[in-house]
């Protein structure tokens, strides 16, 4: 009996509109692109989407045939030359490795081109059309996806996190292949029904673990027991992508039973939008965050810039948060990170040891707050790589680029070349830093942070600096999302 072949490819960015950094060709290399049999090296043992797919691949005898791999780290809007580029190679790549029986798909579902609005629904459609109607085709989303009725048309199947932080990436690859391998013997006819109530909510009070979104995946999870339900997806949206897919979503897929999908959408859609309100607020005030740390006992206070997020598309350099940590004197604390090219590199110049005055940060553009005239001494030079121990995105290596660890004050500063948020405490003790011996721990992040640091704190402050990825959407000049919305126009 021939096995399956199927299919595999990852192209997935979250886009905000707002950033000044544009992904060209050249970002999207930095960040690593994988092609052939390097997809499943790379991912194999790692807790991605891909190593789900591998995993189901091994237990059910699938041909797995790997085409591209590529995870860009959250910017500006994607060129045309970088997507057309990147899409093209991975069509090509497809029809060379034609016939398929199927294709796994590991997509974000909030990219947006400088061309295109809806990309991972372009990016579907041209797959459709590569492969015919007869071939399934499977997509996992990220939970903050702006899911669009283009990418519900054009897959079969779309299956979205149901963790915010993302430790189930793992087991929604499973979950696709699984459902492939259902559609590849006929054993369910999926009937999808997308609703997309009028809200556009901000991620700091998406987590999982607690209301609202708790709440939401409880009922969603309650109703995937259902015999005919074969998946319900709660996707928060994403809205500094500035379309009109963006904010939240809810698509429901049975087998067959349409009034069923649509019955479920629309209750979960109204139970969204009862709990609207939990999704606001979740920041402290500066003078907050001061007084938090007036009242450490054992630490650390975990204190998150989310401003200045790289991962929802802030550049990194956002110097804010050392600027707070230098007024309120505190000893010892450790941040993670400035991006700063610039200093890094005269830091490489001087040597560990040497003491350096230079302006760090504040240099991508005006909205993340001025550059920081600092005096500090060079600790450690390294090639900013390390691998994350998890839980979320074990196993996967991080490049920073060039990392230097300078100490300003008594405060370890982790000055990166690339901007990435710190997830993992191996962004600390991979540069001989010991997180759990901080007082203060300073982070750029939002809630992916959550998943290691969590644990590790006596409390958590959330932040808000100047920025763009921050929980206040007014300081964004929005022009293409639909209106009217909540939070901006409907109470």
């Known amino acids: 009996m021939r096995r399956p072949r199927i299919a595999i490819a990852e192209l997935s960015h979250e886009t905000n509109a707002f950033a000044r950094t544009r992904v060209d060709l050249a970002f999207v290399e930095q960040c690593g692109i994988a092609r052939g049999a390097t997809v499943v090296t790379r991912a194999r043992d790692t807790a991605t989407v891909l190593a789900g797919f591998i995993d189901i691949a091994n237990e059910l005898a699938f041909t797995l ?39 796994l798909l590991s997509l974000h579902g ?40 283009l990418m519900v048309e054009q897959a079969d199947l779309l299956i979205g996190y149901h963790t915010y932080p993302h430790v189930d990436q793992r087991a929604r690859g499973r979950q696709a292949g699984l459902a492939l391998a259902r559609l590849l013997d006929r054993t369910i006819h999926p009937t999808p029904v997308l609703v997309k109530p009028a809200m556009l909510p901000t991620s700091q009070r998406m987590t999982t673990d607690r209301p609202p979104m708790r709440t939401l995946m409880q009922h969603a999870e309650e109703w995937e027991r259902h015999p005919r339900v074969v998946d319900v997806t709660i996707a928060g949206g994403f809205p500094p992508a500035d ?48 007084e938090a740390i007036r009242h450490i006992e054992r630490g650390p206070l975990v204190l998150v810039d989310i401003a200045d997020n790289p991962w929802t598309g ?38 560990i040891g040497a003491t350096v005055e230079v302006e760090l940060g504040g240099k991508t553009d005006d909205l993340h707050g001025p550059p920081l005239p600092v005096r500090g001494t060079i600790r450690l030079l390294s090639d900013g790589r390390y691998v994350n121990a998890g839980p979320m995105h074990a196993g996967v290596t991080v490049d920073l680029g060039r990392t230097v660890v300078l100490r300003v004050e008594g405060i370890d500063v982790l000055v990166t070349e690339r901007a990435e948020s710190p997830i993992d405490l191996n962004v600390f003790r ?41 929980s206040d959407l007014r300081r964004l000049p929005f022009r293409f999302i639909r209106r009217p919305i909540w939070p901006l126009d409907v109470a």
């Not at 809810?250 to 649509?262: E, G, Q």
């Not at 300073?442 to 921050?470: C, D, W």
């Open 110 to 149: 909030a990219m947006v081109t400088e061309h295109i609005q809806d990309a991972d629904g372009e990016l579907l459609r041209r797959i459709r059309a590569t492969v015919g109607q007869s071939v399934p085709i499977v997509a996992v989303l990220d939970l903050h996806a702006n899911i669009s009725p």
């Open 430 to 470: 991979s540069h001989g830093i010991e997180p759990t011996e901080q007082r203060v721990i300073g982070l750029k992040g939002k809630g992916h942070f959550r998943a290691a640091f969590e644990p590790i704190a006596e409390r958590v402050v959330l932040v808000e600096g100047p920025g763009i990825t921050g």
């Open 243 to 290: 379309v009109p897919e963006a904010g939240l979503s809810v698509l429901v897929t049975t087998d067959d039973d349409p009034a069923l999908a649509a019955k479920v959408a629309e209750e979960l859609a109204a139970l969204a939008w009862d709990l609207r309100h939990g999704f606001l607020g979740g920041v402290a005030t500066w003078e907050e965050a001061a």
């Open 65 to 103: 045939v790997p085409l591209l791999a590529v995870w860009i780290t959250p910017a500006g809007l994607v060129t045309r030359d970088a997507y057309e580029t990147l899409l093209g190679e991975l069509i090509d790549r497809l029809e060379t490795a034609a016939p398929v029986d199927g294709v």
């Open 314 to 351: 802030g550049p990194g350099d956002s110097v804010e948060l050392l600027r707070f940590l230098l007024k309120e004197q505190v000893r010892p604390a450790a941040l993670a990170l400035v991006r700063d090219p610039e200093v890094v590199d005269e830091c490489f110049r001087a040597g």
